[in-house]
């Protein structure tokens, strides 16, 4: 019941294609963000459930999830606040997030080494 369209994923698009350089557009912090955070989103909404203070505690421990792992990527602290404002079951980290966040990491790679002066990825992991 998940589109694949999440609204995070146009601000990763941003940084895909608009910065490619930027640590924060690198694989592991747009793959390992989006995943982490909705990991994060899911737990929440499996342990205390979809409310006002679940939705800000899970963008809060999505930063520091990300910040821990370093793969931090802005976009996906909305993953998390995607997850429990939809009511998000275990299933949403593989569908929309790890397939999405795959597709947009492959057409990154293609359309960032089409353009001459650009080189992405800067490293994989």
């Known amino acids: ?9 146009g601000a ?3 940084l895909l294609y608009g910065t490619p350089d930027s640590p924060l557009a690198q694989p592991r912090n747009v793959f390992g963000g989006h995943l982490l955070c909705a990991l994060v989103g ?6 205390v459930g979809a409310n006002a203070l679940a939705l800000a505690a899970a963008v809060g421990l999505a930063i520091v999830a990300m910040y821990l792992t370093h793969t931090m990527h802005p976009p996906g602290g ?7 404002h939809d009511r998000a079951g275990w299933l949403f980290m593989l569908w929309p997030v790890a397939v999405g966040a795959a597709i947009l990491v492959v057409i990154a790679v293609f359309a960032n080494n089409i353009v001459n002066h650009r080189r992405y990825p800067l490293h994989w992991w």
């Open 1 to 9: 019941g998940h589109s694949l369209i999440i609204g995070s994923f």
């Open 78 to 84: 909305a993953t998390a606040l995607i997850a429990v």
């Open 12 to 14: 990763s698009a941003v």
């Open 42 to 47: 899911c737990a929440m909404v499996g342990f």
